[in-house]
Each structure stands twice: as C-alpha cells, then as structure tokens.
C-alpha cells in the first residue's frame, strides 16, 4: 500500500505542471464582433468568445479561443507575397503563437487544409500543415531564432511576419522583420487557397498592413 500511495503522489507530482500549462480559454469581453467581410473559426468553443474590432489602421483581436480568421475573397494563386505586422500588446500567461496562414481550402468544414506559420514569445517560430483535425510539421516544432522579438520592458512586442512565394516561384520563404528564417521548396506544397491569420488562444493582438501581393 505504501508503495502504491508513494507512486501515486509521484505522478500527481509529475503530471501537475504539465496540466497546469494548458490554460482554460479565457472569453473576451464584447465577444463575437467581427467587422463586415470577415470570417472567424475558433479551434474549439464558440467563436463569440473572440472579439476582433477595426481599430486604426489595423484590427484589434482579444481572445478566447484560437482562431482563424479571413475574407473568403483574399486568396493567394500562383507566386504570391503576404504579410502582417502583429503587436503583441501584452504577454500571455504561456508562450502562444500568432500569424499568418496561406493555402486555406474547406475552412467552414470538416476537412479544412492550411498552413501556417507563427511566432511566439520566446523567441521562436512554428511553420505546419493543418489537414482536418490533425497537423504535421513543416519547421521541426518550434524553433528559436534572434530574428523574433520578445517583449519589450512593457510587455509588447511588434513582428511582421512574410510567406513570399512570388520572388523565386520555386520556392517558398518564411520570414520575420526582414530575415528569411526559413525556407523550402514549393513543389508539394498546397499554397493555393485563402490567405488569413491565425492566433492561439488568449492573446490581445494589434495587427496592421495585412495583404496579398500576387
């Protein structure tokens, strides 16, 4: 019995902190507005637990649950270029991403398909492949690279992320302020489809100069 109780007080001691990182999703005050032309699709939970607002020259996200969120009529076909710069207002209380997404097909489905790519608060970046529930990686998890900020002394921090698939139409390139962090061929990627952001859960996010250059 000792043994059996001394075991069980080891694995409540050792499954505790990873529990505790998976913080409940959070619903933002004012949740369900959106502005006109754009869709939101939350991961899990209802996506009036998100509130996303035209604020300046950009949209303003607080969420609730991780989203996507698009216009069914900005698509990328061919070579083309997007890009966002995404404010960080303030740190969340685990490291979460956020991002862009391009290759969107089926997104109001089961069978939804994209990638994305994201950048987090400690420094790294994610790129993989979504196709229906399940995903697989394109960068080997999350990666650290210097080219990512992290929050400042107030707690914000300003990113912009790039997918350029129009200056080599071989290739597409993943970049963060400037830097090219990584790189693959184009063949065999599904680039085509909606393009749009994605932000995990949680996060109060500022973004601005959202497009698509084809």
């Known amino acids: 019995m000792r043994t059996s109780l001394c075991s069980a007080a080891l694995l409540a001691a050792l499954t505790t902190p990873l529990a505790a990182q998976y913080d409940a999703d959070k619903p933002a005050p004012g949740g369900g507005a959106v502005p006109a032309g754009w869709t939101v699709r939350a991961d899990r939970g209802d996506a009036k637990n998100a509130k996303v607002v035209s604020m300046g020259q ?74 229906g529930d399940k995903t697989s990686d394109v960068s080997k998890g999350w990666v650290q690279h210097a080219a990512v900020k992290k929050p400042d002394a107030k707690g914000s921090a300003t990113n912009l992320l790039e997918v350029d698939h129009k200056r080599d139409a071989n290739t597409v390139a993943f970049l963060v302020n400037g830097q090219k962090v990584y790189a693959t061929a184009a063949k065999g990627m599904p680039l085509d489809g909606i393009v749009g952001l994605r932000v995990n859960h949680n996060l109060d996010l500022h973004v601005e100069g959202f497009a698509v250059h084809r």
């Open 58 to 131: 950009g949209l303003h996200l607080t969420l609730g649950p991780a989203i996507i969120l698009y216009r069914s009529d900005t698509k990328g076909s061919g070579p083309f270029h997007t890009l966002a710069t995404f404010t960080q207002t303030k740190p969340s209380e685990h490291p979460e991403g956020y991002g862009l997404f391009v290759g969107g097909q089926g997104l109001e489905g089961d069978a939804q398909q994209y990638i994305y790519f994201l950048v987090r608060q400690d420094g790294s970046y994610l790129i993989k492949r979504r196709s």
